[in-house]
Structures are given as structure tokens and as C-alpha cells.
């Protein structure tokens, strides 16, 4: 009896001190996480605007956001952003970190005569560029050529080697057969092509499990292209192949984002039940209602390729005049809007000219931050981590001079960026 007893009391000794032990590492990093108190003039946190708001970050998640409540705590950092809007860290949803600038080199001679130490080493800078520039997340469409790149990145970021976003990678990407390019080349020499070509159910199915497998987060899709005698783009991937794609990608709970622009290609994609098409340059008001009942997103990349914006022909060119129909007519439908840029086809670090792209072609500026933030979050399935300003959200935080739902151009003037609590500028 008395040794049952002592046994007991031993057991449960021992499992105090177990638990105690598992438990205390934890609870002093808690303890000992810097608390830093930012207060800026206003906070957008992804929804509406609070004037005089101050947000406490803890470690690498945000603590606090509301009204300044007391003194400040001890041992916290105050760091003072007089006339500055804090927003959560931008999303840029079509990125591709592998390329440079089109002004500089075609993408032709970018993905046939630049190795790939060499085009790792540009997308280390472009990385850097754009945390500076207050994006804090990017999904990444596809390396053009570049292979696995894009999942080694992601992994350098998040070991704190290189500076750079939260990374969303889809790796190679995957295009039908005879459709993508190079296309240059004599004909009897086998040109490695800037995707991965894959056709019907044997090697589709292969091809988006081996993406995922490789590091995958979403699978990319071309749904449409430049391709055949005629002019222009024309579909690729039959409803039957897209579907089987979004079927297979959904297993292991990764979404698909499609390029399409001609109206077929979007209308295969939306009705394949993909996550969202990007581009969508011919989109009619039916093919908007279309995306809108099945609940996919776009991304409209309005300022995609090598020249300026705004464009050196100004906002009038017929270019321009489809792209603003294009955005009018998705509105009208409802369709879910995220910012992305195709940047890459630019210089890295001008995301924001997406944004600015968005207002001049009928979005409100405060729509335009919202498809940047807390809506990018919800469409990239992120929403209760990143694309707002809540407590338990990461602290991915930047601020701007002025009030960019006042003035879009404000994005461009960024005073302070914070990713996972960690600062990287700072006024
Ligand atoms: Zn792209």
C-alpha cells in the first residue's frame, strides 16, 4: 500500500517535472519576445482606416491593435511614424523572382543563354527589392526555365540567409505540349522549354504530383497561348485536362492559378474550378459572372510587360481602353480581385505601378490596398496569417508617407517595413 502510494507520488513528481519541462522553454521565449509599440499617424488594417491607432508587435506576431492604451511596457521598443499610414505587409500575387526586366533581355535570351547560378543570384537582389518596397508576401508563378529555383529561394528566406517575402512557389509550371517557347530553333533540335509540358491523364497527373512533391504551393497552368497558324492566343489544355489538374493538386490541398486571356481559356478555367485566372485580357461581362459563380479569383496584371507605366502612348491607347473595360466588367460581376503585377517582365521592386494601374482604371484606392492585403490573404489561403492588422496575425507591417487610400502613389513612399517581426527599414 505505502509503496503503491510512494510510486504514485514519484509518477506524478515526475510527470510535473516533464511538464514543466516541455513547458518552459516555450513560456520564456514568450516572456523574453521584444515587444516593439509602432505608432504611425493611421492604420489600415486591411479593411477600414483607424486614425490614431497603435499596434504592439511580440516576437513575430502582432499583440495589439487599437486605440494607445497606457503607458508603454516595460522593456518595449516605441518606434514613432508621425504622418505615416501602417498597413499589413502587400502581396504581390504574380510575381516571377527568376526573371529581370524584358528592357533589359527579351525573355527568349533570359531563358536560353542565362545559367541558372546566374539567374539565382539577380532574383537574390529582386528579392531584397521587394520586401523594400513593402511586399511581404509574393506568389510566385512559375521560374520560366529556372527549374526548382523558386522552392531553394523560399527555403533561403525563411532561413534568414537571403532578406525577401514570404514566398508561395509553383515551381516549373506546366504548359501543353508544342504550345510554349522557346520556338526559335531549328526544328529537329529539342529546345528545353521555360515550363513543363504535360498532356492528358498519364502525364499531367505526374507532372502536377512531381511539382507538388518538389515544393509546390500552387500549380500554374497555361491555359492559353500563342500557339497554331493563326494570330493571337489560342486554348490549350482541353476542360477534361484542367479538370483532372484541379482534382489532382486538390489531393495534397494545393490550389491552381491558370494564365488565360482569351475568352475559351477562361471559360475552361473557370468552369474547371481553378483558384484563379490571371490575366483575363479579353474577359467579358460573361465570363466575369462565370468566374463570380464559381468562385474564382483574378488577377488582372494590367501593367504586365516591359514598358512603362503609365504607358508612354498615356491612359488612351486601345491596349489601355480594354484593360479598363476588362476591370469595369469584373467589378460589375463581382468577381474577387487580387493584385498581382507579373513583375519580372519589370524591374522588381515597382510592384506598387500595379496598384497605381488598378486606381487610374476605375478601382477606389481603398478597393485597390484591400486586393493587395486582406483580400490577396484570403484568396492565397492565407487569411487568418497574413493581409491584415490583428492581433495573432504575423507581423508583417509596412508604413507609407501620407494615406494611400487618399492617394494611390503614397505606396511609393515607404518609411518602414517589418516581415515576421523582424525590421528591415525603418525611418
Ligand atoms: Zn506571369
Not at 129 to 148: C, H, I, K, P, W
Not at 341 to 370: C, I, Q
Not at 384 to 404: E, M, N, S
Amino acid at each position: 500500500m505505502r509503496i503503491t502510494s510512494l510510486a504514485f507520488a514519484t509518477l506524478a513528481v515526475a510527470m510535473l517535472t516533464w511538464d514543466l519541462a516541455a513547458q518552459a522553454p516555450r513560456a520564456r521565449d514568450d516572456a523574453n519576445a521584444p515587444l516593439t509599440v509602432l505608432k504611425p499617424a493611421r492604420v489600415f488594417d486591411g479593411d477600414g482606416m483607424h486614425e490614431g491607432w497603435i499596434v504592439r508587435v511580440k516576437g513575430e506576431r502582432i499583440d495589439y491593435a487599437g486605440p494607445e492604451a497606457g503607458p508603454l511596457p516595460p522593456g518595449a521598443k516605441a518606434i514613432d511614424l508621425p504622418g505615416a499610414t501602417l498597413t499589413p505587409g502587400l502581396v504581390e500575387g504574380h510575381s516571377h523572382v527568376l526573371l529581370h526586366a524584358y528592357s533589359e533581355t527579351s525573355w527568349n535570351d533570359q531563358v536560353s543563354r542565362e545559367g541558372l547560378a546566374l539567374r539565382v543570384a539577380r532574383a537574390v537582389n529582386h528579392l531584397r527589392s521587394t520586401l523594400m518596397a513593402g511586399f511581404t508576401t509574393v506568389r510566385d508563378l512559375g521560374t520560366e526555365g529556372a527549374q526548382y529555383a523558386d522552392v531553394e529561394l523560399k527555403q533561403a528566406v525563411n532561413q534568414g540567409i537571403i532578406p525577401g517575402p514570404r514566398m508561395l512557389v509553383s515551381t516549373k509550371a506546366i504548359v501543353a505540349t508544342g504550345s510554349y517557347q522557346p520556338k526559335t530553333f531549328v526544328l529537329e533540335w529539342t529546345i528545353p522549354q521555360g515550363a513543363e509540358e504535360a498532356d492528358g491523364i498519364d502525364s499531367l497527373t505526374r507532372v502536377v504530383r512531381d511539382q507538388i512533391g518538389k515544393g509546390a504551393d500552387w500549380i500554374k497552368l497555361y491555359g492559353d497561348y500563342r500557339w497554331g497558324p493563326l494570330p493571337g492566343s489560342h486554348p490549350t489544355f482541353s476542360l477534361d485536362e484542367m479538370k483532372l489538374a484541379v482534382e489532382t493538386a486538390k489531393s495534397a490541398g494545393v490550389p491552381v492559378a491558370v494564365h488565360a486571356g482569351t475568352v475559351e481559356g477562361m471559360r475552361r478555367a473557370a468552369l474547371a474550378g481553378v483558384a484563379t485566372i490571371e490575366h483575363g485580357n479579353d474577359g467579358t461581362p460573361e465570363i466575369f459572372k462565370l468566374m463570380a459563380e464559381h468562385q474564382v479569383a483574378w488577377c488582372p496584371t494590367l501593367t504586365a510587360g516591359a514598358g512603362p507605366w503609365p504607358p508612354a502612348g498615356g491612359l488612351d491607347s486601345p491596349a489601355v481602353a480594354r484593360k479598363r473595360t476588362a476591370l469595369k466588367a469584373a467589378i460589375d460581376a463581382g468577381v474577387t480581385i487580387i493584385a498581382g503585377s507579373d513583375v519580372g517582365t519589370f524591374p522588381h521592386g515597382d510592384n506598387a505601378r500595379e496598384l497605381d494601374a488598378m486606381v487610374a482604371l476605375g478601382m477606389t484606392p481603398a478597393a485597390a490596398l484591400k486586393s493587395a492585403t486582406s483580400i490577396a490573404g484570403k484568396v492565397l489561403r492565407m487569411d487568418t496569417q497574413i493581409g491584415q492588422v490583428k492581433p495573432g496575425w504575423f507581423a508583417d507591417l509596412v508604413a507609407f508617407d501620407g494615406d494611400p487610400t487618399k492617394d494611390i502613389a503614397a505606396l511609393k513612399r515607404v518609411r518602414f517595413v517589418m516581415k515576421n517581426g523582424t525590421i528591415y527599414k525603418q525611418p
